[in-house]
């Protein structure tokens, strides 16, 4: 009766689930399919590679790196663990190691609570397994929510590039079991029908063609046209690099140019909150789901935050896949954490959130500039022509457990020879 969150034990029921049907009911020991939402999802990936009965796989809202999950580049996800661990009943009953990891991160020890948690990661994510997953040979579909507030559709990527098996990524709109909540309620939704004719095809052999389909299915936020394309770095395969200009104080917004512009430093108050804020938690929610717009890009406080704005584009333009930062920050304290979040501006100057990522320096040494890299969250676009991209880095967001330190300062820059830089692939 004890929560091991997807620990050995777990891992291990759904074995015992399949032996009890091929031993009580006439199931086909040839046609062993798992199924799940959620904790389920990541659960059926888990047993796929224990268990080689398994010959296919659907996870949607699934995590393969729960690391990755609840702590994205070192940061604290405080609401998504809040509300996974934070009932009392549930608090009671998870078992000592999952216990003692919720009871530190609750109670705000976040250093220790992440200490406490790297060596329950790697068997509780499909990620590490990998091999294992490949050797065995199931199809596997995985279908995630853009604004997925568990479990963010990056920590899939890679994990989806490395299978070797048969395999289908979908990315829709919502949050947290948006795209897969309406079959839950037995009404008619997309990820269910192609779920269905997975199985159907690859345990049953039936000729439907959705193998013969785009590997890789990405549904457009602002159009909700289902981009196809045969794997990932066809999806993302041309970008367009941005080099950072000077964003300095009270002045106005730093470019995104063309050319390189090297040499400047742009220094914000650490710990003060802007304006710049990622969406508010709303699970189940999918097509209906919508990114709040209206944040004033000129009104944002440039001592709580550096920002970037480039020109409008004459011709819209389909932004597909994860852009990426690179810029070199020099922190006055031993840990900071940054916030990095893309617009898209209209011509009033009005902007709605497009994708965003937290990123923590843990035990940098004060005063040394470092080169970070913050690869933001997945996103297939349409960039309306007369609209902008800006590009905003703070310190404060609701959603992390920030690992500031009270009257730090951190200072972005753009050396001669590893200029700053945002990279934002289009399809």
């Given at each position: 009766?004890?929560?091991?969150?997807?620990?050995?034990?777990?891992?291990?029921?759904?074995?015992?689930?399949?032996?009890?049907?091929?031993?009580?009911?006439?199931?086909?020991?040839?046609?062993?399919?798992?199924?799940?939402?959620?904790?389920?999802?990541?659960?059926?990936?888990?047993?796929?590679?224990?268990?080689?009965?398994?010959?296919?796989?659907?996870?949607?809202?699934?995590?393969?790196?729960?690391?990755?999950?609840l702590y994205p580049d070192s940061t604290p996800s405080q609401q998504a663990v809040f509300s996974l661990f934070a009932s009392g009943t549930t608090?009671?009953?998870?078992?000592?190691?999952?216990?003692?990891?919720?009871?530190?991160?609750?109670?705000?020890?976040?250093?220790?609570?992440?200490?406490?948690?790297?060596?329950?990661?790697?068997?509780?994510?499909?990620?590490?397994?990998?091999?294992?997953?490949?050797?065995?040979?199931?199809?596997?579909?995985?279908?995630?929510?853009?604004?997925?507030?568990?479990?963010?559709?990056?920590?899939?990527?890679?994990f989806f590039d490395e299978l070797t098996v048969p395999k289908r990524l979908r990315l829709s709109i919502g949050d947290h079991g948006g795209a897969e909540a309406p079959g839950l309620a037995g009404r008619s939704a997309q990820v269910w029908t192609d779920a269905a004719a997975w199985l159907d095809h690859y345990l049953r052999g039936a000729a439907n063609g959705i193998q013969a389909q785009g590997a890789v299915q990405l549904e457009d936020v602002k159009t909700g046209r289902m981009h196809s394309y045969p794997d990932w770095g066809s999806a993302t395969g041309r970008a367009s690099t941005y080099y950072l200009g000077a964003a300095n104080g009270d002045a106005a917004a730093g470019g995104l140019a063309s050319t390189a512009a090297t040499g400047w430093s742009t220094r914000i108050e650490v710990g003060e909150k802007s304006t710049a804020e990622s969406p508010p938690i709303q699970l189940g929610r999918g097509s209906q789901y919508r990114?709040?717009?209206?944040?004033?890009?000129?009104?944002?406080s440039r001592t709580a935050a550096a920002v970037w704005e480039g020109q409008s584009d004459s011709a819209q333009r389909l932004v597909v896949g994860s852009p990426t930062v690179h810029l070199t920050v020099t922190p006055?304290?031993?840990?900071?954490?940054?916030?990095?979040?893309?617009?898209?501006?209209?011509?009033?100057?009005?902007?709605?959130?497009?994708?965003?990522?937290?990123?923590?320096?843990?035990?940098?040494?004060?005063?040394?500039?470092?080169?970070?890299?913050?690869?933001?969250?997945?996103?297939?676009?349409?960039?309306?022509?007369?609209?902008?991209?800006?590009?905003?880095?703070?310190?404060?967001?609701?959603?992390?457990?920030?690992?500031?330190?009270?009257?730090?300062?951190?200072?972005?820059?753009?050396?001669?020879?590893?200029?700053?830089?945002?990279?934002?692939?289009?399809?």
């Open positions: 009766g004890e929560i091991d969150f997807a620990g050995d034990d777990t891992q291990t029921d759904v074995s015992r689930v399949i032996s009890w049907a091929l031993a009580h009911t006439p199931a086909d020991p040839k046609a062993v399919g798992a199924v799940g939402v959620s904790y389920g999802a990541g659960i059926s990936l888990l047993a796929a590679e224990k268990d080689p009965r398994i010959k296919a796989v659907v996870a949607m809202s699934a995590w393969s790196d729960l690391g990755q999950s608090r009671r009953r998870l078992d000592g190691d999952i216990g003692r990891f919720a009871t530190e991160f609750l109670d705000k020890q976040t250093i220790a609570a992440a200490l406490s948690m790297a060596p329950l990661v790697p068997s509780r994510s499909a990620a590490t397994g990998v091999a294992a997953l490949n050797t065995n040979h199931p199809a596997v579909m995985i279908a995630n929510d853009y604004q997925d507030s568990y479990f963010p559709p990056s920590q899939l990527v890679s990114l709040a717009g209206g944040v004033r890009i000129a009104g944002i006055s304290a031993a840990s900071t954490t940054l916030i990095a979040y893309l617009y898209d501006v209209d011509a009033s100057g009005s902007g709605t959130l497009m994708t965003y990522k937290p990123y923590s320096l843990v035990r940098a040494t004060a005063g040394t500039p470092k080169g970070v890299d913050i690869a933001l969250e997945p996103i297939a676009w349409t960039l309306p022509a007369g609209h902008r991209l800006s590009l905003v880095i703070d310190t404060v967001d609701w959603r992390y457990e920030s690992l500031n330190v009270p009257g730090s300062t951190a200072a972005f820059t753009s050396p001669r020879g590893d200029p700053a830089t945002l990279s934002v692939p289009i399809g």
